[in-house]
């Protein structure tokens, strides 16, 4: 069965601070994972992916995720937070085999203090 | 371009009403996804269709649950005999799997069932 866990319901962190939002997952087989977030009253929208190749992928607005194996996580970051940041952020697995649907964490409210 | 477009983007109803919701998925996209975003929860699973394939339908809560794809673009999502747990927001996702993996979200319906 697939399944992602993000822990922290809500990360707070001082502008221009680093920011890291953790996901772990579990997926039979190699998985595709993703990061979306979500700013209030709007859709989700994608932020970056892991299909294959170098683990640390990097995205829009600066973000960027690294594909860590043997820990089963995919924990997103960020080296300097902007209060434009505070949003939701959802982590997502999907099986390379398969229908491609994805299976999403809870999300994790970030909120970014000026 | 245009993006994923859903309607309406709110529908109020009485539970035991029939509700239609409908998708515009991105032009050329071959794949379209529907999951549900419960107030608190993550996003569920709901169906998959790609392209001329029977839709992957495992994600569907109950049998009152039923979409449809006409023409391999516009999708509706129906939901019979309504109760007040269907309240939720519905998206709509499509994605090109052959060129990438990312889903692309429509903004939404939200339905409340009183």
């Known amino acids: 069965a697939q399944s992602v866990a993000q822990p922290e319901d809500q990360v707070n962190v001082a502008e221009g601070n680093p920011l890291t939002v953790k996901c772990t997952y579990s997926?039979?087989?190699?998985?595709?994972l993703f990061w979306y977030v979500q700013y209030p009253n709007r859709g989700l929208q994608f932020l970056l992916k892991?299909?294959?190749?170098?683990?640390l992928v990097k995205g829009s607005y600066g973000f960027e995720a690294e594909f860590n194996k043997s820990q089963t996580s995919f924990h997103l970051k960020k080296p300097s937070a902007l209060v434009s940041d505070s949003a939701l952020y959802f982590c997502?697995?999907?099986?390379?085999?398969?229908?491609?649907?994805?299976?999403f964490g809870t999300g994790t409210r970030l909120t970014v203090i000026p | 371009g245009a993006g994923v477009s859903q309607s309406p983007s709110n529908k109020v109803t009485e539970k035991g009403k029939d509700v239609e919701l409908r998708c515009d998925p991105i032009?050329?996209?071959?794949?379209l996804y529907w999951y549900r975003q419960s107030l608190g929860q993550g996003l569920e699973f709901l169906i998959y269709?790609?392209?001329?394939?029977?839709?992957?339908k495992s994600g569907l809560p109950s049998d009152r649950f039923s979409a449809e794809r006409t023409g391999g673009s516009v999708s509706t999502l129906t939901i019979q005999r309504t109760q007040q747990e269907d309240s939720a927001v519905y998206l709509c996702?499509?994605?090109?799997?052959?060129?990438?993996?990312?889903?692309?979200f429509g903004p939404g319906t939200r339905l409340t069932v009183t």
């Open positions: 996702a499509s994605s090109q799997l052959i060129k990438s993996y990312e889903q692309y």
């Open positions: 997926v039979s087989g190699n998985p595709y």
């Open positions: 892991y299909i294959t190749g170098d683990n």
């Open positions: 997502a697995v999907s099986p390379q085999t398969g229908a491609n649907n994805l299976f």
């Open positions: 032009s050329g996209h071959t794949a």
């Open positions: 269709f790609q392209g001329n394939s029977a839709p992957d």
